[in-house]
């Protein structure tokens, strides 16, 4: 008699696109090499949504016997309740879970969680298919990397040396099961996302990072040939969204060969749409060469360039082991992308471990200055189990505080967070350097500084303060004290909307992301969500500006100074090209020209038909590439 197997890898649901399992895959096809295994076993569902769990095991064709389930931050909860759901129906599956969110530091693990059966380490294909092969508790305790209920000591992993004895998922034809299932399931069709490897493992070891973690420093690679073949058909199967996991995209010369294929395929057939990387942190000269093979092609494969930083503070960094890019070569790669026309942006995390409030706010104003005219985003600290900086000797030395708050998912439909299982973190509150207070108040420094400079509605304001000697922090804090005053009640009551939703994460954990009328039903990032409103309220935003100059800025409290950065704050409700006309002063500050007549354009404008997509383009789905902004250019 056979054994019924299930593989689980779920994600949320974002817009249309489906996810193809890659590391679930990977741990099947692996052990089906083994012939036990592929006698032995029948492939009884892939489970790739998070589905209905009782709907789903009420409509099983037969008793599980086995379920894998691959387990990240954003799936554990789910994966818990769904292994609960299993063993109250059939308490004598197997149920076995791996994956980045199972902690290598817990020998107590599966006791702890008894709805689990064995917990696998690490990467660990080899011990998957052994345990697939015996499936004794008790025996199987003695295999690297593998917990059970009887373990007592807690052996680690191994890495995996030849990533090409891993079948490909996409190449062995796994993946065309998916989407025929699919098909048939649905009667439609799909658009799907591949999530893609061509190397593992990183040279780096930032401590937030569970990539960070020593098991990961070497790297190793998927061979040329199949990754060419994979492009091919990611290309043939009009593949939308490939999500590159690679932390390094430039980091090695191949990355060129690999980028030009992509090139390639994506000129031939226009796919795969988008390439999702995460860019080298110290190969700049690589990372220009590769995204220009790119941009001189056309073929907009990526969207933008980031330049992580996590923080600005030599100190912060030496605390969490992170290196980055000198302060010179980010200069100058970021001037020379802004001249090809290519977007960047950089991501920094609140708050790092000896981060202030002050050396924050320092390093904002440092990327200001460093030239990031387009994108910035500041994601909060969060602790995870394989992070060194999860890890408790790191957390006493530190002086971190977190609590048990949502996960950090924005954008999520509020349709699907009605019955939603909630997915939680461990979200860093306070460190030794900042207090709880400190941590409110630097997300709110963020929050204004995306808004009202990377978002555009006081980009042109701030610039021209800037060049009166007022720097955009200075006038960040200004703003916050002129809402904070109560001056303006319509931007009180925004400042401290916000500022009253972040905190009900930490006290009440509610979760991130805010709802705003016409937005949809979807939990929209803050300074998305403030976006959104201004967006409705553009005439009643000019004034308030306006105002704000008046009492702090009055030589700069011009009317047309505030209209002009209204012109450039995109608004598809207006026809474009758009015929302005500006004084001279302004002209020659912000074009270098020293005429009135200007035509204001917007590249993709003309492809907008609802409020909706203009709202989700602009402040989600391209707010990277600065999607917000107009260009400017002489009447002809
Ligand atoms: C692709 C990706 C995504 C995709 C996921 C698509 C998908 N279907 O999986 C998307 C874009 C959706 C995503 C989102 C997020 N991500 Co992400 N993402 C990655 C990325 C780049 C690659 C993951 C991957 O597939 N790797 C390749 C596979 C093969 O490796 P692996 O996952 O480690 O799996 C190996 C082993 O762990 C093991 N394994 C895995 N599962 C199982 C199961 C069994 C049974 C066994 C035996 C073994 C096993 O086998 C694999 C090797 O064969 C990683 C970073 C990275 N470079 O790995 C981050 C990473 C997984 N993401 C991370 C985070 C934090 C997020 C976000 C929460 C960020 C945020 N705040 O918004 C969001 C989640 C939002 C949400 N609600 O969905 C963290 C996760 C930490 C954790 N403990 O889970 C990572 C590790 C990044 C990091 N540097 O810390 N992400
Ligand atoms: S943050 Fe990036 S560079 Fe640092 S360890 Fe993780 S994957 Fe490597």
Redesign the pocket.
């Known amino acids: 008699m056979s054994t019924n197997i299930v593989l689980v890898?779920v994600?949320?649901n974002?817009g249309p696109n489906k996810?193809?399992?890659?590391?679930?895959a990977?741990?099947w096809l692996?052990a089906c090499q083994s012939p036990q295994v592929q006698q032995q076993y029948h492939l009884l569902d892939v489970v790739?949504e998070k589905v209905d769990i009782q709907q789903w095991l009420d409509g099983l064709d037969a008793a599980p016997d086995v379920v894998?389930?691959?387990?990240?931050?954003?799936?554990?909860c789910y994966n818990e309740a769904l292994a609960r759901a299993i063993r109250a129906r059939y308490p004598d599956c197997r149920v076995?879970?791996?994956?980045?969110?199972?902690s290598k530091h817990d020998v107590d693990l599966v006791r702890n969680h008894d709805w689990f059966d064995i917990a696998?380490l690490?990467?660990?294909?080899t011990?998957?298919r052994r345990?697939l092969e015996c499936l004794d508790l008790e025996t199987i305790t003695d295999l690297p990397g593998v917990l059970t209920r009887y373990s007592r000591t807690l052996t680690q992993p191994t890495r995996?040396q030849d990533l090409d004895q891993?079948p490909s998922p996409i190449l062995s034809g796994f993946y065309d099961g998916i989407m025929s299932t699919y098909r048939r399931r649905y009667q439609q069709e799909f658009m799907w996302?591949v999530?893609w490897?061509t190397m593992?493992g990183?040279p780096y070891q930032?401590s937030?990072?569970?990539?960070?973690d020593d098991y990961w420093n070497k790297t190793k690679w998927f061979d040329l040939d199949r990754l060419r073949q994979e492009i091919q058909w990611m290309s043939d199967n009009r593949i939308e969204y490939v999500?590159?996991?690679?932390?390094n995209w430039g980091i090695h010369a191949r990355d060129a060969d690999i980028t030009q294929w992509l090139v390639d395929a994506k000129q031939s057939t226009g796919y795969p749409a988008v390439v999702?990387v995460?860019w080298a942190k110290n190969n700049a000269d690589r990372v220009k060469k590769i995204v220009m093979l790119d941009h001189v092609a056309g073929t907009n494969l990526f969207r933008g360039v980031n330049f992580s930083m996590q923080s600005l503070e030599p100190a912060v960094l030496t605390r969490s082991r992170r290196f980055n890019l000198t302060h010179s070569k980010t200069v100058d790669s970021m001037r020379y992308l802004r001249e090809q026309g290519v977007a960047t942006f950089t991501e920094l995390i609140w708050p790092m471990p000896g981060e202030t409030l002050e050396s924050f706010g320092r390093g904002l104003q440092q990327l200001v200055d460093m030239g990031q005219r387009d994108f910035l985003a500041v994601?909060?600290l969060?602790l995870?189990?394989?992070?060194p900086m999860g890890q408790p000797r790191y957390v006493a030395e530190h002086g971190i505080e977190s609590r048990r708050v949502p996960?950090?998912?924005?954008w999520?439909r509020h349709d699907n967070a009605q019955d939603y299982i909630v997915?939680t973190?461990d979200a860093v509150s306070a460190t030794a350097t900042a207090s709880h207070r400190d941590v409110l108040q630097g997300h709110m420094i963020a929050h204004w500084l995306v808004v009202l400079f990377y978002y555009g509605w006081a980009h042109q304001v701030m610039t021209w303060l800037r060049a009166q000697g007022v720097s955009e922090l200075e006038f960040v804090d200004c703003w916050i004290k002129h809402c904070e005053s109560r001056q303006d009640p319509w931007l009180s009551q925004e400042h401290y909307a916000v500022q009253d939703q972040i905190s009900r994460v930490f006290e009440h954990g509610e979760l991130w992301g805010r709802r705003v009328p016409q937005g949809g039903d979807v939990l929209w990032e803050y300074k998305s969500s403030t976006s959104v409103l201004l967006h409705q309220q553009r005439e009643q935003w000019q004034d308030s500006l306006l105002e704000f100059l008046q009492t702090h800025y009055p030589h700069s409290a011009r009317r047309d100074l505030v209209e002009f950065n209204a012109v450039m704050c995109v608004d598809w409700r207006q026809t474009y090209p758009r015929h302005i006309r500006l004084s001279r002063d302004l002209a020659l500050f912000f074009t270098g020209h020293d005429q009135e007549h200007f035509v204001v354009h917007h590249a993709d404008i003309a492809n907008i038909n609802t409020e909706e997509l203009f709202l989700h383009k602009a402040y989600h789905w391209r707010r990277k590439q600065r999607y917000w902004r107009c260009d400017i250019k002489l009447v002809e």
């Open positions: 890898q994600v949320d974002y996810f193809l399992p890659l590391a679930i990977y741990q692996y790739i894998a389930m691959s387990c990240y931050v954003w799936n554990w076995i879970v791996g994956g980045p969110q199972v696998i690490g990467e660990n294909e011990s998957f345990v995996t891993i996302q999530t490897e593992r990183c930032c937030f990072c569970d990539i960070g999500s590159v996991c690679d932390s999702d995460t994601h909060p969060v995870t189990p394989n992070a996960l950090d998912t924005f999520l997915e973190v």
